[in-house]
């Protein structure tokens, strides 16, 4: 008798009940999607919806693009997947206006990017600084002046390919270089619901002092498909590009939901009336006449603000642009502006769910820097208390005891996610996460589901063992582990002896990563987690050659449990195509350490040190 197959009870199923299972297995087990979808031709239909919802692009040369299109058009074909494309990102890679032929040889290009830019919005939602993650674009020379970008032939394929993406939700440019009117164009006519996110917009080029843009520029800000933006603004000699883009805020861009804005130094050149004194008004560039009445922004983020202490409360002049009681999302990247973390309890964020709030300062004098930052973590705290329970919030840099009491004591019953990242420092005063807080956060915090600390490594002793066991309290689906992994100075801060215990902390692998997920698991017959992801930090002044050597270690792993099981699903690295080669000074203090030569490069033969 023929023994029935194990795909006969899915076939059996009504499609209401596939495309849920399909579903849910597309929020956390991709894995499970792409096994599904070798069960039958039935199923793998349905696992198309959900198998190439991303499409990244990096760009370098002409014919590498075209080959990496011509190699995208084959699969969502033979998938009849074209129409599940969610996201398409691009990325370019090169100092140029777009892919060039000289770059045609030129190595993988994933070495020319940070991981991020390759994943979902996953990586990109409330607990990043976006100026961490796409800061550098803004250090990129553009070529491109006051007129508008020329319509260049190179990115007419890349263009044809985004016109068959008619279920586009998001289209995310990762470059400083202006959207190619020909993207644009596409946008408008053929995908008007797709959204448009601008991760390194480098402002208006041909604003002048009336309020006069080209039309490219004013097409763009005024774009119904432009959702978020990514900007730099300098304090000085730009406050004419930051009123222009408080206007796109305002309502001149119709759909712009997400703001984030880095506020660099003032150039030291600019006149003193644009850095300290009255600076002009910008006449209204857009002809829609944006009032904060029809503002549709529901993130703004903030970052780098007040670098000497004195400037401006840019809250005060936001709060006269768009309603904060609309606001549902917060960065504040603070830079020791303590006059603005005091004034926040003022304004009304009546409907805030989510805030990431960074104590960020920059004081050479540790004693500066100790008084600095009890006062601005007593006026976090205070800001804190003001706020309608959220349900996201993520703490870094120098909190101390008073916003992490006001963090659980007002938000812990309501919050989701919690993030607890204290600053990477060698003050010995900074504060740190230990077994006793994580108790507290698992009292007052019953409805969290997902929790990021930093923890030091301390080379696997008996302290860092402790906190990974404290983290048993905490019920969480999602764990995320920055370990902080900084160069000690000591007496000789060069000495082999704190190089010894850096190389110790700073190797992690895949081993330790599962002993420390075994340590927060163990005891546990009924553990919540889902999902592990460890990242290591590093910070300090290095000595030549080991920053280099520590970029050659994963900087990213990640383990997730689709059934009984915990799998490793991504391994990340640095950029390195741009790092120091001789790195032969450090072979001898290496082999102390692992002296068992594996290959040609000694570089690779290390492994994680045992936990205590």
């Known amino acids: 008798m023929p023994q029935p197959s194990m795909a006969s009870p899915l076939l059996s199923l009504p499609l209401e009940i596939l495309l849920e299972i399909t579903g849910r297995l597309a929020e956390g087990d991709l894995q499970g999607v792409h096994a599904l979808s070798l069960v039958n031709k039935r199923c793998c239909s349905l696992a198309n919806r959900h198998r190439f919802r991303n499409v990244h692009f990096t760009i370098l040369g002409e014919k590498r693009m075209q080959v990496h299109i011509e190699r ?42 940070p991981d991020e830019y390759r994943h979902a919005f996953i990586d990109e939602n409330e607990w990043s600084c976006l100026k961490n993650t796409y800061f550098l674009l803004f250090f990129s020379p553009s070529r491109i002046g006051i007129n508008p970008p020329q319509e260049r032939d190179t ?31 596409v946008l408008h006519q053929d995908i008007p619901a797709c959204r448009l996110h601008l991760r390194a917009f480098s402002g208006f080029k041909s604003l002048t002092a009336d309020g006069q843009l080209n039309e490219y520029e004013h097409t763009l800000a005024t774009s119904r498909s432009l959702s978020s933006v990514v900007c730099e603004v300098n304090q000085g000699v730009n406050s004419l590009q930051e009123q222009a883009i408080m206007q796109m805020a305002a309502g001149a861009s119709p759909s712009l939901e997400q703001l984030y804005i880095r506020y660099s130094p003032p150039d030291f050149t600019s006149p003193y ?33 007040s670098p000497d202490g004195t400037a401006k409360d840019e809250l005060e002049g ?70 309608p329970p959220l349900e996201s919030l993520y703490l870094s840099s120098t909190y101390s005891e008073k916003s992490f009491n006001a963090a659980i004591q007002r938000h812990g019953p309501r919050l989701k996610r919690f993030g607890l990242v204290p600053q990477l420092s060698q003050d010995s005063w900074r504060w740190r996460i230990t077994p006793e807080m994580l108790q ?90 889902q999902s592990l992801t460890v990242v290591p930090r590093t910070s300090g002044r290095l000595p030549w050659g080991l920053d280099d050597f520590s970029r050659l270690m994963p900087k ?10 915990f799998i490793l699903t991504r391994v990340s690295y640095e950029e390195t195509y741009d790092m120091a080669r001789d790195l032969g000074s450090l072979e001898s203090q290496f082999r102390e350490l692992w002296p068992l030569k594996r290959g040609d490069n000694w570089t690779f033969d290390w492994h994680s040190l045992p936990l205590a």
């Open 556 to 565: 990213t792993w990640k383990l997730e449990r689709p059934s009984d099981r």
């Open 155 to 185: 990115w007419r394929p890349l263009a044809s390919f985004l016109r068959r993406l008619s279920g586009l939700e998001d289209f995310v440019w990762i470059t400083g270089v202006e959207v190619p009117v020909c993207f644009l164009n």
């Open 72 to 113: 995208w058009e084959q699969i969502l074909a033979r998938n009849e997947a074209f129409a599940f494309v969610r996201r398409l990102s691009v990325h370019l890679a090169i100092n140029g206006t777009g892919p060039s032929s000289e770059y045609d040889h030129m190595d993988d290009p994933e070495e020319r990017e």
């Open 440 to 529: 507290e956060v698992s009292s007052a915090c019953p409805n969290l589901s997902s929790l990021t600390v930093r923890i030091e490594r301390t080379q696997g002793d008996a302290n860092e063992i402790n906190i990974y066991k404290a983290l048993r309290l905490v019920r969480l689906k999602h764990l995320t582990i920055e370990l902080d992994c900084a160069f000690k100075s000591r007496e000789n801060p060069y000495g082999t002896e704190s190089i010894r215990d850096f190389l110790i902390n700073r190797a992690v692998d895949e081993a330790l990563v599962r002993a420390i997920l075994a340590k927060i698991t163990e005891e546990s017959h009924c553990s919540t987690l």
């Open 318 to 387: 936001w709060s006269k642009i768009i309603p904060f009681h609309n606001l549902q999302g917060l960065q504040l990247h603070t830079f020791q502006n303590e006059r603005l973390l005091v004034n926040a309890p003022l304004y009304r964020f009546s409907s805030l769910k989510t805030l990431a709030l960074d104590l960020g300062i920059n004081k050479m004098n540790i004693e500066d820097r100790q008084g600095t930052a009890y006062r601005m973590d007593s006026a976090a705290g205070g800001f804190l208390y003001s706020l």
């Open 273 to 305: 009336w644009l850095t300290h004194g009255a600076r002009p008004t910008l006449p209204k560039c857009f002809h829609n006449q944006p009032s904060r009445t029809l503002s549709s922004l529901r993130v703004l983020g903030m970052a780098g603000s």
